[in-house]
Nanobody
């Protein structure tokens, strides 16, 4: 089992920045890819960004490319999402996700990001 705890959400004005963090615990040896997903009101959960175990390969949703950066620190079992040039349409609950080497997905409880003036 892997437990995930997100932090860093909040209210930010359009054009602002936020940094989300996710700390993993439990069976951390089994963690492979890590990522962030989001779910806006009335919409399905969607991928935001993912990063491979070694950090060499990242993947971003087209809507966040050039504005968001995902990174991970395997020594601290954390993954981060640096969000810049935020837009109102980025408003959502952001969920941390890990996929283990066994193909099992774990999710955090989510952190709310609100972009509004």
């Amino acid at each position: 089992q892997v437990q995930l705890v997100e932090s860093g959400g909040g209210l930010v004005q359009p054009g602002g920045s936020l940094r989300l963090s996710c700390a993993a615990s439990g069976s951390i040896f089994s963690i492979d890819a890590m990522g962030w997903y989001r779910q806006a009101p009335g919409k399905e959960r969607e991928l935001v960004a993912t990063i491979t175990r070694g950090g060499g390969i990242t993947n971003y949703a087209d809507s966040v490319k050039g504005r968001f950066t995902i990174s991970r620190d395997n020594t601290k079992n954390t993954v981060h999402l640096q969000m810049s040039s935020l837009k109102p349409e980025d408003t959502a609950i952001y969920y941390c996700n890990v996929r283990t080497i066994y193909g099992i997905n774990y999710w955090g409880k989510g952190t709310l990001v609100t972009v509004s003036s």
